[in-house]
């Protein structure tokens, strides 16, 4: 018989400190919920919005874990406000962070021939070099956080499918979305290897499309949500479930193994060639 440790603690993520980026809703506050639901005894949201930050708040505390949650609101777009985000951070963890979901992030559409420099750089800048400050700058808390537990810390990046195949070109092309969810893919295997002896795992989470304020519009062009997860072998798009179960698995013991990955989350939508017509 295989000898397996403790099977109830496996997806457990009892006594942990999380931090999770654009928590106030859509991904980021299924994360935050799935967080606290296995247990983490701290949980820390940070957007820009305070008031969205409290209401999502409020909702994680509804949920009645006896968890601490706070918000800590910070534009993460600029270098300064990641450094003013890390320094409170640290003051209301201890300097000690066990999981970080770097979530936050940001979508621009626009025609090849209008699509602006700034709209390239607002999207390289949040979802890849903000990602990458944000996580410089949580190491030492980490670290900290894996030393005291003797457990991996981790981080999860948020990628896209866009960044494993094209996504949309033409009217509403993602030219500097789909390069910057490749680029903080690639960022997250390159960290994994740097961190993994510093006792820190990083994976990435590839999702499809999931209903939020950023797919909004995307979906009502596809004829809404039956229409869009047509595309997808299993027929449908995400749910919050789908975020719940691979940020768990990915940040607790059951994923212990597991650095340097990237999980798409899309019923297997990225595997179809583009020549099989669903
Ligand atoms: N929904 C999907 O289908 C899908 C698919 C693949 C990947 N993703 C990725 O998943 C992540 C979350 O997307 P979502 O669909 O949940 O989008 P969303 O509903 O627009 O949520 C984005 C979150 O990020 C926060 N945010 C945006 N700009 C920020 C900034 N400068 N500083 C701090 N926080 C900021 C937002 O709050 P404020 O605006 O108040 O700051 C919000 O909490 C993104 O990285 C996205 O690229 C989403």
């Known amino acids: 018989m295989s000898q397996i440790q403790d099977y109830p603690s496996l997806f457990s993520l009892a006594g942990k400190t999380a931090v999770v980026t654009g928590g ?3 991904l980021g506050l299924h994360a935050a919920t799935g967080l606290t639901l296995a247990g983490c005894a701290k949980l820390i949201i940070t957007s820009r919005n305070a008031s969205a930050c409290a209401d999502a708040v409020k909702s994680l505390q509804s949920l009645s874990t006896g968890a601490t949650t706070l918000s800590l609101p910070a534009d993460l777009s600029s270098p300064s406000e990641v450094e003013r985000f890390v320094k409170e951070l640290a003051a209301v963890t201890d300097g000690k962070v066990d999981i970080l979901i770097a979530n936050a992030g940001a ?15 607002k999207v390289m800048n ?14 030492p808390l980490l670290e900290r956080a894996a030393k005291q537990s003797g457990q991996k810390a981790r981080v999860v990046t948020v990628g896209s499918t866009v960044g494993l195949n094209i996504g949309a070109i033409g009217e509403h ?10 680029a903080v893919l690639h960022l997250t295997k390159h960290l994994a290897v740097e961190l993994g002896p510093r006792g820190i ?14 797919t909004k519009g995307m979906i009502a062009l596809a004829g809404g949500e039956e229409d869009m997860g047509k595309g997808s ?23 212990e193994h597991v650095n ?19």
């Open 260 to 278: 340097g990955a990237v999980l798409p989350i899309d019923g297997g939508k990225h595997v179809v060639p583009s020549t099989v017509k669903l």
């Open 173 to 182: 092309g993602m030219y500097g979305y789909a390069a910057s969810k490749a």
């Open 201 to 214: 795992l990083l994976n990435a989470i590839a999702p499809g499309v999931f209903p939020s304020k950023m």
């Open 107 to 121: 979508v621009w559409g626009e025609a090849f021939d209008r699509h602006s420099d700034a709209a390239f750089d």
């Open 24 to 26: 106030s809703r859509g």
């Open 126 to 139: 949040l979802n890849v070099r903000s990602v990458f400050n944000l996580i410089r700058l949580c190491t």
């Open 233 to 255: 072998p299993d027929g449908r798009i995400g749910k919050p479930e789908d975020i719940v179960g691979s940020i768990v698995f990915l940040c607790s013991r059951a994923g």
